[in-house]
């Protein structure tokens, strides 16, 4: 029996395949795997607080809209609660409980002293002024300012916020306090004690997980053909790192569509050309017009989804060609897609690992801004490194020791750390 948050949700809209069901199924193998009792896993399927506010702003017309603003904190087991904001128009409590729950086991298996959280409101950021962008989150922080703080819940950049949004937070969050609290959020601007690395970091973890993966296939980036969805923060980052290092990307697509070149993309003359394309590489010289679709089914040894959920599913599973999936996004491979891949004997590297580069500086940033002491980019990139790469060889290490596919790894390590923690916090009262 797979248990289900005891919460009160909106119903899964039957066309998508539900975030929640999927985050509890995995939490179910892995609580399957670790032999975990009954009460335990009821804990750990339930979020410890469930918050939703109301966000009445004025728009710049003198009108008043009132937005529902989430946040969902999932576990505080190991430290703070830890997860973005989300601004975007499909954001529900569904999804926002989901992600929180996935960030428990992500900063568990990081070995990051934090719990999970999520928060967001469904809107869509390009239909709203600078200013009345502001107001939505500066009150939205407001309704929950004794619900974060740096030693409580500290949230991050998601989809549609930036450090701009983390930057009004911050101010709104040190006012309430009469003075600045940087620990607050984390993915600042640098000036209010932002971390150097910050905006490459998701991007860097994919590449060292990916350059891990070759490495014990006996292989380097050198030569390496791979493909890429997304070409965003974290798909232009990765591209631009593995391009250096010896790869050829030889496929990028964004929302607009894909370009192709069999000897490899021009990765910096493309990002160039995204930059005042409106992020679009369509049109790009000396490069073929290629579909998403095709992207992901084409012939590479690595495929890196890096802009979307469920995009490998049971639909184009059996076209997929590439031997390593490395999960930058959040969820692209479902998990019927993932099983049918393992039993092909592809790598799939799982995305609570492949993309915690993020979260792992984040947690630099914060340790930097309560300790008032600022590194260099040299020392916030080898931190990085050294946890990226102690967790790959511990998924790696489970998953041979268990037999299980990495993913199942991934999560029998989070869970069964958070689980370990329970257990020796003992049950209040
Ligand atoms: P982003 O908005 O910067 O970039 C998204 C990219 O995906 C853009 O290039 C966009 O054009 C492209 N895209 C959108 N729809 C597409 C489609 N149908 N087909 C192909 N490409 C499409 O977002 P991001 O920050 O790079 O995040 C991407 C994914 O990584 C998300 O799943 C996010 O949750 C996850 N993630 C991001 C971070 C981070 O630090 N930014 C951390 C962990 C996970």
Request: proline residues 6%; charged residues 20%; aromatic residues 6%.
């Amino acid at each position: 029996m797979v248990f289900r948050p005891l919460l009160p949700l909106e119903a899964p809209s039957p066309a998508h395949i539900c975030p929640l069901d999927q985050a509890c199924s995995y939490l179910d193998q892995a609580a399957r795997e670790l032999k975990l009792n009954a009460g335990i896993i009821q804990i750990l399927s339930n979020p410890t607080k469930v918050i939703t506010v109301s966000v009445p702003i004025k728009r710049d017309n003198g009108e008043v809209q009132v937005l529902a603003g989430h946040r969902v904190q999932h576990s505080d087991i190991l430290g703070p609660y830890k997860g973005g904001v989300r601004h975007h128009p499909a954001v529900t409590l569904r999804e926002v409980s989901a992600l929180a729950m996935l960030m428990t086991w992500k900063c568990a298996l990081m070995g990051i002293p934090y719990g999970g959280a999520k928060g967001g409101i469904a809107i869509n950021p390009k239909l709203y002024s600078v200013g009345e962008l502001e107001r939505i989150t500066r009150r939205y922080t407001s309704e929950l300012i004794k619900d974060i703080g740096p030693c409580v819940d500290i949230p991050a950049p998601d989809m549609g916020t930036s450090a701009r949004e983390m930057a009004w937070m911050m101010d709104t969050y040190s006012i309430y306090e009469g003075h600045a609290v940087p620990g607050v959020v984390t993915g600042k601007p640098l000036s209010i004690g932002g971390s150097l690395g910050r905006e490459m970091a998701t991007g860097m973890g994919t590449m060292i997980i990916i350059r891990e993966a070759l490495a014990d296939w006996g292989k380097s980036f050198n030569g390496t053909r791979i493909a890429i969805q997304g070409f965003g923060n974290v798909g232009g980052a990765a591209a631009l790192l593995m391009h250096a290092a010896g790869a050829k990307i030889v496929a990028i697509s964004t929302g607009a569509g894909g370009v192709f070149a069999d000897n490899g993309l021009d990765i910096p003359a493309l990002k160039a050309y995204a930059d005042i394309n409106g992020r679009s590489v369509v049109g790009f010289p000396e490069a073929k017009p290629i579909s998403n679709a095709e992207l992901l089914t084409l012939p590479c040894d690595v495929l890196v989804p890096a802009a979307l959920e469920n995009q490998i599913n049971e639909d184009n599973v059996h076209q997929i060609q590439a031997n390593i999936i490395a999960e930058a996004a959040n969820g692209p491979v479902t998990l019927n897609a993932s099983e049918v891949l393992e039993a092909r004997g592809v790598t799939v590297l799982p995305d609570i690992l492949t993309n915690a580069g993020g979260v792992v500086v984040s947690y630099l940033e914060w340790v930097q801004g309560l300790s008032y002491l600022f590194w260099d980019e040299e020392r916030v990139n080898q931190e990085m490194e050294q946890l990226m790469v102690n967790a790959y060889r511990q998924v790696i290490n489970e998953s041979q020791e268990r037999r299980i596919s990495l993913r199942l790894a991934a999560y029998t390590l989070g869970v069964g750390r958070v689980a370990q923690a329970l257990s020796d916090r003992g049950l209040y009262p």
